[in-house]
C-alpha cells in the first residue's frame, strides 16, 4: 500500500540527547514536510523540502535538521539546543507544484523528554 | 506576514443542527486544505480548494473557497457524532511553498 510510515510512533529522549524521528513515503511525492502540534494546538511547520537534496526552514527551526538524500525519506533530527521538545511530529508529503495535489500525512510519533 | 485564523474556535453544538466554520487567510493564496483530526490521531484530508467560488461536498460537510475575501467556510449540516473533531484550514500561498495552518476548531456534538 502506498503511504508516509513514521517512526518511531513513541519516543522518549534524556535531556541533552538528539533523537532523529524518520519519515519515509512510498508515494512518489516531491515535496515533503515536517510539523510539530503541541497539546490542543495547531500545527507549526519545522522544515520542508521540495525536491532531493534541497530543504528549507519553516516557521521553528531551531532545535531541529534535516536531510533530504532520498527522495523518499527525510529524517528530522531533534537537537539538544531544543529546549522543549515534548511534542506530537507529524510528517507529510505532496507530489509539488502540480494544483489540487493533496498533501498527506503520516501517522505522526509522540516524544517526550523524561 | 501569511496568517491564517479560524473561528471559532471552539464549538459545541447539538445534532441535528447545521453551523459554518470560517477560515480567513492573509495574503493571495494558491490552494487551500481543510482536514479533520480526532484526538491523538494524524490529520485525514478533506478538502482540496483551488479556485474562487469552488465549493466540495462529501457527505455532512460542504466546504467553499472566496479568493476575494480571502475566505474559506466548512459548512456542516445536520451534526452527528460522529463529525465531533478538530478541524482545520490550511493555506498555500503564491509563491511560498510553506502550507501555513489555522488555530483549528474543535467541534463537539451533543446528543
Known amino acids: 500500500d502506498g503511504g508516509i510510515t513514521q517512526s518511531p510512533k513513541y519516543l522518549f529522549r534524556k535531556e541533552g540527547q538528539n533523537v532523529t524521528l524518520s519519515c519515509e513515503q512510498n508515494?512518489?511525492?516531491?515535496?515533503m514536510y515536517w510539523y510539530r502540534q503541541d497539546p490542543g494546538q495547531g500545527l507549526r511547520l519545522i522544515y520542508y523540502?521540495?525536491?532531493?537534496?534541497?530543504?528549507q526552514k519553516g516557521d521553528i527551526a531551531e532545535g531541529y535538521s534535516v536531510s533530504r538524500e532520498k527522495k523518499e525519506s527525510f529524517p528530522l533530527t531533534v537537537t539538544s539546543a531544543q529546549k522543549n521538545p515534548t511534542a506530537f511530529y507529524l510528517c507529510?508529503?505532496?507530489?509539488?507544484?502540480?494544483?489540487?495535489?493533496?498533501?498527506?500525512f503520516g501517522e505522526g510519533s509522540w516524544l517526550t523528554v523524561v | 506576514e501569511l496568517k491564517v485564523e479560524q473561528n471559532p474556535l471552539f464549538l459545541s453544538m447539538q445534532e441535528g443542527k447545521n453551523y459554518t466554520i470560517y477560515c480567513n487567510y492573509s495574503?493571495?493564496?494558491?490552494?487551500l486544505y481543510w482536514y479533520r483530526q480526532d484526538p491523538g490521531k494524524s490529520l485525514e484530508s478533506l478538502f482540496v480548494l483551488l479556485s474562487n467560488g469552488a465549493v466540495k461536498q462529501e457527505g455532512r460537510l460542504m466546504a467553499s473557497l472566496d479568493t476575494k475575501a480571502r475566505l474559506s467556510t466548512l459548512h456542516i449540516t445536520a451534526a452527528v457524532h460522529d463529525l465531533s473533531a478538530t478541524y482545520f484550514c490550511a493555506v498555500l500561498f503564491f509563491g511560498n511553498e510553506k502550507l501555513t495552518f489555522g488555530t483549528g476548531t474543535r467541534l463537539t456534538i451533543i446528543p
Open positions: 523540502s521540495q525536491i532531493v537534496n534541497d530543504f
Open positions: 507529510a508529503s505532496s507530489a509539488g507544484d502540480s494544483a489540487g495535489n493533496t498533501i498527506y
Open positions: 508515494l512518489n511525492h516531491d515535496a
Open positions: 495574503t493571495t493564496s494558491d490552494r
